[in-house]
């Protein structure tokens, strides 16, 4: 071959291939852009004309907040405290209701120089646009809107909310979570933590993030010692990472809960034995269940079937038939009691708990006739002799 067309054909292919290469790497580009900005372009799509004359993006908030907070920022979520902010909010926000911000001018830092990010419920709210215009007309020089707000800061991958005591409390009550305490076993957790919290301290994550329920759909929460504390928002990024897709903080923590409730309420709970072995006094069963029901984890070890049909209403389902795997799930710091018709299963349950973990002793179960009905209430009649 002719060495001139050889070299334009080398020439050629050359460019050929550089040209397919700065293809690939514009279109990986343009992906890479498309998963980093999208927030810019749409509050410039959506923009209003009451919107703030300064809006920021999910990449400029997650820029300007860490944990603890820094003192020149203040994030400020100015949607309703309840149900909005309790039920989830952007962690190290301070909750200042559109509503109650002039009740609230005193959480506002001194320093006008500040750095004050507002938000609320989306490109459609109107309270963290409001709220910024009222921190401007105070004096306030350094004022950003989220306008994107909590919608899109909960949507963006790696995000999660932060929750208030109420919303740890509620969950707890209805077994909604498992609540993960990210302190050191010693002398933290053993000191005093959240009643059915179990304890996974970041140090050992990786050692015994085996104790996090198969289900990735599981709700999880972890907590700390406060709102200086990382470890948990670190607990809460593992779990991310590990595909768990309903992962939340109490960033408050313990001091909070503490504050709140008092010391670990399982330390109060005195639960008084049946005639049989493992069994809990009835009486003693119905009084806890009716007035004090978030101190005990009650387990139905029925089917699942069987269950749908009427249960306690602040039971879990834990068939027999896999208890055995869920066993290290268990509460250590509340008592748990296993229930069924008859007594059959759930003596079955406690002995299995006896063989699989001895060390866990606070366990029962009922011997006796339960009536599990629709509306949540049950009967329990004494067993034959």
């Known amino acids: 071959m002719n060495p001139k067309k050889l070299s334009t054909y080398a020439i050629f292919a050359l460019l050929t291939l550089t040209l397919i290469s700065c293809s690939s790497t514009n279109q990986a580009v343009n992906e890479s852009l498309k998963q980093t900005t999208p927030q810019v372009a749409l509050v410039e799509a959506e923009k209003q004309d009451w919107y703030f004359h300064s809006i920021v993006d999910t990449a ?16 400020i979520d100015a949607r309703p405290y309840k149900p909005k902010y309790i ?68 949507s963006t991958p790696g995000k999660y909310a932060s929750v208030s005591v109420d919303y740890v409390a509620q969950a707890i009550g209805k077994n909604e979570a498992l609540i993960i305490d990210s302190r050191p076993k010693q002398p933290k957790f053993d000191k005093g933590h959240i009643p059915s919290a179990i304890n996974i301290p970041f140090s050992q994550f990786e050692k015994l993030k085996g104790k996090l329920p198969r289900d990735p759909a599981t709700p999880l929460i972890f ?54 072995e493992g069994s809990m006094n009835i009486e003693s069963f119905k009084d806890i ?68 973990k001895p060390s866990l002793k606070n366990v029962f179960y009922i011997e006796g006739a339960v009536t599990f009905k629709k509306n949540g209430t049950f009967e329990i009649k004494k067993p034959k002799e």
């Open 60 to 75: 400029f908030v997650s820029n300007h907040i860490s944990i603890p907070m820094p003192e020149n920022v203040m994030l």
């Open 289 to 356: 269940a009716a007035n004090r029901p978030d101190s005990i984890m009650i387990v139905d070890v029925r089917d699942k079937d069987e269950f749908q049909k009427g249960n306690i209403t602040t039971s879990v389902n834990i068939p027999i038939d896999n208890l055995e795997d869920k066993i290290s799930d268990l509460p250590t710091d509340k008592p748990v009691v296993f229930v069924c018709p008859t007594g059959a299963r759930s003596g079955e349950a406690f002995y299995m708990v006896q063989d699989v």
């Open 223 to 276: 907590y700390c010692g406060g709102l200086k504390c990382r470890l948990s928002h670190k607990s809460a990024a593992a779990a991310i990472a590990m595909g768990y897709t309903h992962v939340k903080v109490f960033s408050m923590g313990y001091p909070e809960w503490k504050k709140t409730f008092g010391e670990n309420v399982s330390q109060q709970i005195q639960v008084k034995a049946g005639e049989m």
């Open 87 to 154: 039920n989830g909010h952007i962690p190290g926000a301070v909750s200042i209701p559109y509503s109650q911000f002039d009740k609230n001018i005193e959480k506002l830092p001194k320093d006008k120089e500040t750095l004050l990010i507002f938000y609320c419920g989306g490109p459609a709210c109107k309270l963290s646009h409001k709220s910024a215009r009222k921190a401007e007309n105070l004096g306030y020089k350094n004022i950003k809107v989220y306008a994107l707000g909590f919608p899109d800061w909960i």
